[in-house]
T-cell receptor
Framework: DTGVSQDPRHKITKRGQNVTFRCDPI?????LYWYRQTLGQGPEFLTY????????KSRLLSDRFSAERPKGSFSTLEIQRTEQGDSAMYLC?????????????FGSGTQLSVL | GESVGLHLPTLSVQEGDNSIINCAYS??????FIWYKQESGKGPQFIID?????DKRQGQRVTVLLNKTVKHLSLQIAATQPGDSAVYFC????????????????FGKGTHLIIQP
């Protein structure tokens, strides 16, 4: 257990529905990342926060995706009008600017299946 | 875009033997490299990392070697055990130098390590 928690672990939804995932990072970590991983591939960067500020978004992040970290602690990732291509594992990770910034600690992920 | 890749998708080794997993990276600006282990249904788990000012770093039963000249790194696992069965990913931080901003880590596709009894 890395200390990064994600909820839910699994989500099955119908195409067109909205879904929201939650991530609780390691408490003293000020950076929080979202990644997406499809079967047989490595994780792909989506976005990251430093405290409550969203500092970077990947071109992979379409306008149907939105992420927030309102108080600089937990974060949510919402996908609107889900499509079958959104089916993937959504991983959250955190790191600390006080340590090795790039050393990410990952949660167990939320597996999304869009039917 | 530039990416990190692994040479072999699957590696099968006998229990007790040493395993060597290779990785080639393409971004010469990368100065931090990290190996993760991912078991089925779980998130990536940190194994070991290395900065570009080093050629070698050792952990418990694991060693990472970095060859900046040919942009290659490897993960060596000594005395492989059944619990080592997983997919192993290398990743680097080069995206922050080419995209502007900290784009996190860039991962390769992974090598599935299979342990034969």
């Amino acid at each position: 257990d890395t200390g990064v928690s994600q909820d839910p672990r699994h989500k099955i939804t119908k195409r067109g529905q909205n879904v929201t995932f939650r991530c609780d990072p390691i408490s003293e970590h000020n950076r929080l990342y979202w990644y997406r991983q499809t079967l047989g591939q490595g994780p792909e960067f989506l976005t990251y926060f430093q405290n409550e500020a969203q500092l970077e978004k990947s071109r992979l992040l379409s306008d149907r995706f939105s992420a927030e970290r309102p108080k600089g602690s937990f974060s949510t990732l919402e996908i609107q009008r889900t499509e079958q291509g959104d089916s993937a594992m959504y991983l959250c990770a955190s790191s600390s600017t006080g340590g090795a910034l790039e050393k990410l600690f990952f949660g167990s992920g939320t597996q999304l299946s869009v039917l | 875009g530039e990416s990190v890749g692994l040479h072999l998708p699957t590696l099968s080794v006998q229990e007790g033997d040493n395993s060597i997993i290779n990785c080639a990276y393409s971004n010469s600006a990368s100065d931090y490299f990290i190996w993760y282990k991912q078991e089925s249904g779980k998130g990536p788990q940190f194994i070991i990392d290395i900065r570009s000012n080093m050629d070698k770093r050792q952990g418990q039963r694991v060693t990472v070697l970095l060859n900046k000249t040919v942009k290659h790194l490897s993960l060596q696992i000594a005395a492989t055990q059944p619990g080592d069965s997983a997919v192993y990913f290398c990743a680097d931080n080069g995206a922050q130098y080419s995209g502007g901003g900290a784009d996190g880590l860039t991962f390769g596709k992974g090598t599935h390590l299979i342990i034969q009894p």
